[in-house]
């Protein structure tokens, strides 16, 4: 059974950075995709960052473009996501959610999308306040 589990969220003024991190397990990791998504009340959930774990190949949205890093970490099955020069529009709920492959051993590729995913985590709270 997939499992995914977000941790590092809090509270970081404008300007302010964090890094999340995204563990995973029960699947085959090497051949998945994982996105970041982000919900702040009100609005529907936006697909932030991507990373096709195999090839490595990232994906960003226009929205944290330059702010954000996507990075996977094989030793701790994790993929993180490094949060710089944090907005006042960038407060939501951050979840991560994996994208199983096409076919076997074919990496997953990269979607920003939310109907090509099916597993995802509990999520994590980011609040951005002077």
């Known amino acids: 059974q997939a499992l995914l589990v977000e941790s590092g969220g809090g509270v970081v003024q404008p300007g302010g950075s964090l890094r999340l991190s995204c563990a995973a397990s029960g699947f085959n990791f090497n051949t998945s995709a994982i996105t970041w998504f982000r919900q702040s009340p009100g609005k529907g959930r936006e697909g932030i960052s991507c990373l096709s774990v195999g090839d490595g190949s990232t994906s960003y949205a226009n929205s944290v473009k330059g702010r954000f890093t996507i990075s996977r970490d094989f030793t701790r099955n994790t993929v993180d996501l490094q949060m710089d020069n944090l907005k006042t529009e960038d407060p939501a709920v951050y979840y991560c959610?994996?994208?199983?492959?096409?076919?076997?051993?074919?990496?997953?590729?990269?979607?920003?999308?939310?109907?090509?995913?099916?597993?995802w985590g509990q999520g994590t709270q980011v609040t951005v306040t002077s």
């Open positions: 959610a994996r994208r199983r492959p096409l076919t076997r051993n074919v990496p997953a590729p990269c979607a920003l999308a939310v109907t090509f995913y099916e597993s």
